[in-house]
Structures are given as structure tokens and as C-alpha cells.
């Protein structure tokens, strides 16, 4: 379900409070694309199946969000520096379509110098064709979905690519023409040991991406893996055995040369961390569009339908396919910047937090959750283990 908030109005139009200092942060856009060929047993994103919503149009309805945007935000100066296409299976649409958006935004807003252009795949998806249309089209970014490298694995979760065929996406890509390409892991699926957790690894670093996401599996409400956990037909992830894999993956990784940036991400050089990523965790604005998507800019928080038939038709009308929104306080900006800037390898400035939270920060810095050096430097930064208890050290500091 969509959250509540406060209604939007059918123009879109932002309070002056969200516009007084656009331009003064970076700008990013977000486009979902909300079509997968199945849905995966462990997914819980806004997604639709053939059966569910059709893909057809969908590009030039994305499109009449862009323009839509250029008119809420007005003339101001925005330069893109990050695109990121998410979904669903943005590839199921075709490389011209995805290049459309992407043209789209560059003609309403400009794309900055250098700017970072990212979609995922699933690694079935895409051909090498598919891949070098993306390249010519202005996509500088791969992001793969590879999850595991072993079958029984890919079949709890539902994936229905070959272990095999995510690094042959790596390869096609790097052939296109792209300099940064990104694989997506999971561990801790029910079935998975130690053994298939560091075959994934092994797999992944060998196809050789500059950029590996690896995340703990999470049994949300209301998909498939939740419902099979229910009926005992495949026992509930363990947080233990989740840590463990987590160790693993620093161990490996950073032998291999990989260096973590955020809790979940490592990047073998500065230049390959996802920049886009970055501007979500550093407070940056972005305008999301597609159906379901999330928008931010200057403390203002909105949230579009979700089915694609209602988006389409809010659009067609003239009107904003914006649900609701919410204009976050000081207090709010302040909590999600701990939660954010904490998972970084940048860490939190110490000034910058409450006087209430010296006692907590005394603690993790005693507890070795926190880097003795760079705590002397003015910066909380999350040692190895802090990493581990993140969510928790985040709840004791705020």
C-alpha cells in the first residue's frame, strides 16, 4: 500500500519552501519502469507481469512526466547529474524507448558534463545489440542482476537466468563500451551455505564489474517466499548466518581489490561508486518518475500512483500522477541524515549530532563500533563491526 500524506494538486505544483534553494544541491531523476516477465518469489516492488498491465506507450507517458517536471520546477537551472532506470526489468522495454526518456530529460533539463547514466537489467534481457544501442544512446552504467551463481539457489528465489549468463552480460557490456558495470548479489537465502555464498562471490569477481552490490535476503509480507516461510516449506533466514556471509563478502572482496563505500556496496575505485546511489544518501533532489516512484526536493516528499493504467491516465489528463506527499520537518531531515550518511565509508561529523547522543557515541566508540582514528578527526565512521549493527547503533544515537 501506498503511505498517506497530504494531497497534491493536480498541476503538481511544490510549496515555495521546496523550490527557495533549487539548483544549490545536486539533481538526479529516477525512472521506473515497472514491467517484469515474472515476478520473483522474493520481490515486493511496485512491478506488473504481461497479465497485469501493458508495456505499450509506456515511453512516451514517461516522458509526459519529464515535461510535467520541467513545468513544476520552472525555469530554475538543473543540470542532471545522475539517471538511474530501476524497476521491474527497465531492458524489457526496447534500447530506443529507454533512449527516448533519456533524451527527454536531456532536452528539458540538460544532462551535466559527465553525467552518470545507469539502468538495470535482468542479465536475460539485454542482448549485445540491445547493449550497444544503450551505449550510443548515452547510458554510461550497468547494472546487473545476478543474485547467485548457484542454480538451486536462483530457483528459491525464482530467477529464471543461467548462473552462468550474468557474467556474459558483464562481458557483452564491456564490449558495448561500458566503463562501469555493476552486479547485484543476495545472500542468506534459505538452502544457500557458505560454500554456494563464496561460489557467488568467486563467480561475480571473475566477470570482473568495477562495482559489487551484495544484500541480505529480506522476506517482506505478502510475496511468495514469505508465504512458502509460512506454510514450513523453507525455514526464515538467520540473522547470524546473514553476519557471517557479510564477513565473508568483506573478506573476499577486498582481497580482490574491492573497497566498500556503503554498508552494502563496494566499488573498486572512487570512480566507480554509483554516483546516483550517492545522491540519495547525501541529501541530494531527485525527481522520480514512472509509476510508484518517489520524488524529493528541498524537504518536500511525494509518491505517484501505482498501477501503470492509473499513472497513464492521470498523465493523458493533464494532471500530476503524484498520490500524496509530505514536507518533511528539521527533525526529520535531521533523523534521516544519521540513517543515511552513517552507512557511509565518510561517516557523520560528530558536531552534527545531538548533545543527548554523547553518551551512545562514547559507548559504540568503547564497544569498537566506531574508527578510533577517524573519531579523533571529528567523524563517526562504522569499523567492520559497526557495520554489522548499524541499524542498531543508528537507533541507540538518535
Not at 78 to 106: E, K, N, R
Not at 236 to 257: K, N, Q, S
Request: aromatic residues 8%; proline residues 5%.
Amino acid at each position: 500500500m501506498l503511505p498517506d500524506g497530504d494531497p497534491v494538486p493536480s498541476t503538481g505544483e511544490l510549496p515555495a519552501s521546496a523550490l527557495a534553494a533549487l539548483g544549490e544541491r545536486p539533481f538526479g531523476f529516477y525512472v521506473h519502469v515497472p514491467f517484469c516477465v515474472t515476478r520473483c518469489g522474493y520481490c515486493d516492488f511496485n512491478t506488473y507481469t504481461p497479465t497485469e498491465a501493458s508495456q505499450q506507450g509506456y515511453a512516451s507517458t514517461a516522458i509526459e512526466e519529464i515535461r510535467l517536471a520541467r513545468r513544476v520546477l520552472g525555469d530554475a537551472d538543473l543540470p542532471v547529474q545522475t539517471v538511474f532506470f530501476g524497476g521491474g526489468t527497465p531492458t524489457l522495454l526496447s534500447a530506443d524507448d529507454l533512449a527516448a526518456i533519456l533524451g527527454a530529460i536531456d532536452a528539458e533539463f540538460g544532462l551535466a558534463p559527465g553525467a552518470e547514466v545507469t539502468t538495470e537489467s535482468n542479465p536475460e534481457s539485454v542482448t549485445q545489440a540491445a547493449l550497444d544501442r544503450l551505449r550510443e544512446g548515452g547510458f554510461t552504467r550497468m547494472s546487473f542482476g545476478m543474485q547467485s551463481a548457484r542454480e538451486h539457489v536462483l530457483k528459491v528465489l525464482d530467477r529464471r537466468h543461467t548462473p552462468g549468463r550474468a557474467a556474459e552480460a558483464v562481458r557483452e557490456a564491456r564490449k558495448a563500451g561500458f566503463d562501469h558495470v555493476n552486479l547485484d548479489l543476495i545472500y542468506g537465502t534459505p538452502g544457500e551455505t557458505d560454500d554456494d555464498w563464496r561460489a557467488s562471490l568467486a563467480a561475480a569477481i571473475e566477470a570482473e564489474p568495477d562495482h559489487l552490490s551484495a544484500y541480505s535476503l529480506i522476506v517482506e509480507d505478502g510475496t511468495r517466499l514469505a508465504a512458502r516461510i509460512r506454510r514450513g516449506e523453507l525455514p526464515m533466514p538467520d540473522d547470524d548466518v546473514a553476519a557471517d556471509r557479510y564477513l565473508i563478502a568483506e573478506d573476499m572482496l577486498t582481497r580482490a581489490g574491492f573497497g566498500w563505500y556503503e554498508i552494502s556496496n563496494w566499488a573498486v575505485s572512487e570512480a566507480a561508486r554509483c554516483r546516483h546511489n550517492l545522491l540519495y544518501w547525501t541529501g541530494g533532489d531527485w525527481w522520480g518518475a514512472g509509476p510508484g516512484a518517489h520524488s524529493h526536493v528541498g524537504g518536500t516528499r511525494w509518491w505517484n500512483v501505482k498501477h501503470p493504467a492509473a499513472y497513464t491516465s492521470r498523465l493523458a489528463e493533464g494532471a500530476s500522477p503524484a498520490h500524496a506527499r509530505e514536507e518533511l520537518t528539521a527533525a526529520d531531515r535531521a533523523l534521516e541524515r544519521i540513517m543515511l550518511e552513517l552507512r557511509l565509508i565518510a561517516g557523520y561529523k560528530l558536531a552534527d549530532f545531538a548533545p543527548s547522543s554523547r553518551t551512545a557515541l562514547a559507548r559504540a566508540l568503547a564497544d569498537g563500533l566506531l574508527d578510533p582514528e577517524a573519531f579523533k578527526q571529528g567523524q563517526a565512521v562504522l569499523t567492520l563491526q559497526g557495520r554489522l549493527l548499524a541499524d542498531a547503533l543508528t537507533r541507540d544515537l538518535t
